[in-house]
């Protein structure tokens, strides 16, 4: 989920800081993530979505970059964008704990 303006221009970088917020939430509290840019960049023929983003952990901030080539669906697009700026870091971060909860029926008295 994100928040802001409904325009055209921003609903690309809505997508993009909605997904970050939504792999956050399986992250240590140790752990911030935001989008520093994100760019459509035209290459011949095709259109690319380019992203920045920051992961800052204590006084350490890591900038990090993913690219996804728009072939149908630009919001799709920026969400691959934005995990590929991940996907080299994501298995070394700290996770939370998982929470499981056990279901058992009630007596209704």
Same mark, same amino acid.
């Given at each position: 989920?994100?928040?802001?303006?409904? @325009?055209?221009?921003?609903?690309?970088? &809505? %997508?993009?800081?909605?997904?970050?917020?939504? $792999?956050?939430?399986? &992250?240590?509290?140790?752990?911030?993530?935001?989008?520093?840019?994100?760019?459509?960049?035209?290459?011949?023929?095709?259109? %690319?979505?380019?992203?920045?983003?920051?992961?800052?952990?204590?006084?350490?901030?890591? $900038?990090? @970059?993913?690219?996804?080539?728009?072939?149908?669906? &630009?919001?799709? @697009?920026?969400?691959?964008?934005? &995990?590929?700026?991940?996907?080299? %870091?994501?298995?070394?971060?700290? $996770?939370?704990?998982?929470?499981?909860?056990?279901?058992?029926?009630?007596?209704? %008295?």
């Amino acid at each position: 989920e994100a928040h802001g303006s409904n @325009s055209r221009d921003l609903i690309p970088r &809505l %997508i993009a800081e909605a997904s970050l917020k939504a $792999v956050e939430r399986f &992250l240590s509290e140790d752990y911030l993530l935001s989008l520093g840019h994100l760019e459509l960049l035209e290459m011949g023929a095709d259109t %690319i979505v380019v992203v920045n983003v920051q992961l800052m952990t204590g006084r350490r901030k890591l $900038v990090l @970059s993913g690219s996804c080539v728009v072939d149908h669906d &630009l919001q799709q @697009s920026v969400v691959y964008a934005t &995990l590929d700026s991940l996907n080299r %870091i994501l298995g070394r971060l700290d $996770v939370k704990e998982p929470v499981e909860y056990e279901l058992r029926p009630t007596s209704m %008295i």
